[in-house]
């Protein structure tokens, strides 16, 4: 009769190690099936978005500077100039820049701060920063050279 539950229990202990395996083991599959479709998902849709993100940054760019060559025509004093130019490089700094463009954006930041220091020298080394950027970067030049003329 001792025999009966003894024998009852250790069933009972195998039984649950049992389970317990498969239970992890299955879980620990589909973590890792999770993991390569998240990954894969992640890797297409990274290539896409930066695609997008470009074509994106290019208008909006564009956008700021042709808003502020429309200001700059409408100026009439040295203050106004330089509150368009503030305003540009804020438009400028609320662009989201994808990875490709991240040393344009730096440079073209860079040059437009120097420009609104109306010294001599450091406005025209930020122009020359601009236009360093209108050779790396062709598709610049239609706007860009309008800016530079600007000045």
Known sequence: MKKTPLIFFLILAFLTVVLALVIYYQNKTTDIYLTTVDNNDHDNLSQVNQEELKTNYQTKLEAAFDKFLDQKKLQETANESNQA?????????????????????LDLVIAINKIQSQDPIEVQNGLELINQQIEKYPWLSPWLTLFIVNF
Do not use: R, W
């Not at 130019?85 to 954006?105: C, F, M, S, T, W």
């Open 85 to 105: 130019l503030q305003q540009l490089e804020q438009d400028v700094l609320n662009l989201i820049v994808p990875a490709v463009y991240k040393d344009l954006h």
